[in-house]
């Protein structure tokens, strides 16, 4: 079955720092981009963190300088570290797995977790 699971989530204050965690199952992680979006009640969701096969990084202006994602092959995992963060950054964040180029499209992924709430206070 593919799937991915999130952890991590937490409510923190402005300023804090929080690590997400995704584990991936049902198909060959190592080949795919991971990537984790986020959304909040009425908006659309975004991508804000990319990492390809190859380890290449690719950010949201909101978050670059701030958030950090990695990945784990062997454990078949990709990471969020989340530091500086603002009332803005509250959210469901989602991971998923796309093509390894990661492409820019949100219908080009798949393997959509059910999400983890991140809530920053001020």
């Known amino acids: 079955q593919v799937q991915s699971v999130e952890s991590g989530g937490d409510s923190v204050q402005a300023g804090g720092s929080l690590r997400l965690s995704c584990a991936a199952s049902?198909?060959?992680?190592?080949?795919?981009?991971g990537a984790w979006f986020r959304q909040v009640p009425g908006k659309e969701r975004e991508g804000i963190a990319f990492i390809n096969r190859g380890g290449g990084t690719r950010y949201a202006d909101s978050v670059k300088g701030r958030f950090t994602i990695s990945r784990d092959n062997a454990e078949n995992s990709v990471y969020l570290e989340m530091n500086s963060l603002k009332p803005e950054d509250t959210a469901m964040y989602y991971c998923?797995?796309?093509?390894?180029?990661?492409?820019?499209?949100?219908?080009?992924?798949?393997?959509w977790g059910q999400g983890t709430q991140v809530t920053v206070s001020s």
């Open positions: 049902g198909y060959n992680f190592s080949t795919r981009c």
């Open positions: 998923a797995a796309g093509s390894w180029y990661c492409p820019a499209a949100r219908s080009d992924y798949f393997a």
